[in-house]
């Protein structure tokens, strides 16, 4: 079975930092580019950073770029999304899933507040 | 950064009734468009990919169509758990990949 299970969401103050988590399990973890999506509180779907099987290959959102770093341990079959200088409007569920090809996974998400 | 204009963003409509959505892209994505359903507390399900592709396990009711810049999701006979929102996502140009803005479709 495909599992896609994010972790270390939580409350952070403005300007601080976290670092999100995606474990992957049921599947060739290296075969696949992996994305992060997020979804403010009653607002739609917003890409927010992808990378390539290898790492060789990463974008941003402009509203991230220069904030969050993505990066990827095939050897953990691990996800990760650094994220720092949090603002209010990073607050979100955030998402790590495949959308490229024919295979779609989705985690469930982990809830990113940020509030001082 | 290519915009994706998605309409309506909303709609309301009764069980067996037609529905078609639409995206248009700010510029040609050839056919690297996806649509996605999710309903309230689950993460997105994609339905088609490609354009037009099936994907598995989902209800032949749907269907895509489109390429270049314009595109269609019809649902041919709406069921009841079909209401949900819809977004449409490219994934030509990257990055970023870029989602359009929902439609919700509701019961009437």
């Known amino acids: 079975e495909v599992q896609l299970v994010e972790s270390g969401g939580g409350l952070v103050q403005p300007g601080r930092s976290l670092r999100l988590s995606c474990a992957a399990s049921g599947f060739t973890f290296d075969d696949y580019a992996m994305h992060w999506v997020r979804q403010a509180p009653g607002k739609g779907l917003e890409w927010v950073s992808g990378?390539?099987?290898?790492?060789?290959?990463?974008g941003y959102a402009d509203s991230v770029k220069g904030r969050f770093t993505i990066s990827r341990d095939n050897a953990k079959n691990s996800l990760y999304l650094q994220m720092n200088s949090l603002r209010a409007e990073d607050m979100a569920l955030y998402y790590c899933a495949i959308l490229d090809g024919d295979k779609d996974y989705w985690g469930q998400g982990t809830l990113v507040t940020v509030s001082s | 950064d290519i915009q994706m204009t998605q309409s309506p963003s909303s709609l309301s409509a009764s069980v067996g009734d037609r529905v078609t959505i639409t995206c248009r892209a700010s510029q040609g994505i050839r056919n690297d468009l996806g649509w996605y359903q999710q309903k309230p507390g689950k993460a997105p399900k994609r339905l088609i990919y490609?354009?037009?592709s099936l994907q598995s396990g989902v209800p032949s009711r749907f269907s895509g169509s489109g390429s270049g810049t314009e595109f269609t999701l019809t649902i041919s006979s709406l069921q009841p758990e079909d209401f949900a929102t819809y977004y449409c996502?490219?994934?030509?140009?990257?990055?970023?990949?870029?989602f359009g803005g929902g439609t919700k479709v509701e019961i009437k």
């Open positions: 996502l490219q994934h030509n140009s990257y990055p970023p990949y870029t």
């Open positions: 490609a354009a037009s």
């Open positions: 990378i390539s099987w290898n790492s060789g290959s990463i």
